[in-house]
């Protein structure tokens, strides 16, 4: 079949086409991500060491950055399902380079970055990041069979996780040689590189359904967050997004401030000790059928949440910057990364089974924006008890118990005994 010069080879499952473009999307998110991570371990880095900042003013950077993420989050789902999504990726990635770009050029023009950039490029990119993961997630919920879904999303997650580990390993010895605007510089032109490659994705988007009047903003968004509540099995999952985003957002806010001033560690030590992470992840990737086969979609989503929270609360048990904690601190990498990736390829699997192409946009918006909800309520949480050291290590215990609570619960849930995706009942306008 030919599609605007493209010629699509249908095989059983994903043709070859569609093959090409996860490639293609694999490796924009490869660039993109390797940047990304470097700037994750080098704003905060640059803050602390190169600012001197607070606890307090830590959680103030992430807090902006999800505010604004929050508030985007439903905008762009309602755009994104009205949208190509291709150009919203593109559109995303450009405006990412331009607002980093300018930390290197700030520091370049005056000699140093202030706090208040850094929180404004912060809450302007995170924004950016989130329509740029709402879009993705969507595009390939559209473009990959339901049945391969879950393969694929573990591949493209697998791959995120290998760009995590040169990413946050290149941080640490770029914010030590070259500083931390110059590390965030690298991260502006990876962007640019994934704009790049996205362009050349050719398989046609599916066609959304138009509507013959268009509401508001406003109407559509709570439409979203209504059709999504109003099926049953995505419930649990959407409280699982929020058990995760105050997981991550207490570790956001804590561990940072926890590695560098009361164990002691330098900057590249943290950048190779977080890298390690990648490692998990793409392992993760590479497992993910695998184990969700040997304990069934439901297990797999119930026990990788346990087993996320556990690797947390190891982090304040590191006695200080010793093999012993080093080791602690490498298992958390480990246990954590890895199994965030098999819940995360499960649970947007489920989605894209249950969820109509038309509504993609704003049910991942609904969830990206309970996940940031989550984020920002732990680092809020992580910024009141988190201005000492022992402040710190109960932060961290606390998203632990986030983590853990949530798979336990949804382990008791219709949810958790699921064996196979494809017993759940399918969107009826998907083709399978």
Known sequence: MKKRGVVVVQRAGVSTAVRRDVRI???????????SFITRAALPLLAIIGLGISAEEAAIIAGVDLIAATLASQIAGVWIDRLPRRPVMIAADLLRALLLASIPLAAFMTG????????????????????????????LAGLVPTPDLRSVLAKVL????AAEFFGFGAAGLLVGSIGGPAAIGVDALTYVASALLLTALRVREPRLSKATTRQSFL???EEGLQRTWAIP????????????????????????IYVVRTLGLSPEAVGFIIASGGIASFAGGLLTERIS??????????????????????????PGASLTGIVLLVAHQFLSDGFETVWEANQ?????????????GRANAAFEGVSLLGRLTGIVAGGLIGGSAAGSGAALYLGAAASIAAGVVIGLTKLGRVQKISELPRALDRVA
Request: one cysteine or more.
């Open 112 to 139: 140093g970055v202030s706090l208040l950039h850094l929180i404004l490029v912060s809450a302007a990119s995170g924004a950016c990041s989130t329509a740029f993961d709402i879009a993705e997630r969507s595009y």
């Open 25 to 35: 999307l694999m490796a924009a998110q490869s660039a993109s991500t390797f940047g």
């Open 219 to 221: 109407v559509e968004a």
């Open 348 to 360: 947007g699997a489920i989605r894209g089974r249950v969820l109509p192409d038309a509504l993609q």
């Open 233 to 256: 099995i995505l419930r649990p999952l959407i409280a699982s997004s929020a058990a995760i985003g105050i997981y991550f957002g207490l570790f956001r806010s804590a561990y940072m």
């Open 293 to 318: 086969l040997a304990l069934g979609t439901g297990r797999a989503i119930s026990v990788s949440l346990v087993i996320v929270g556990i690797g947390l609360a190891l982090v304040p048990l590191a």
């Open 158 to 161: 697998g791959i995120r996780g």
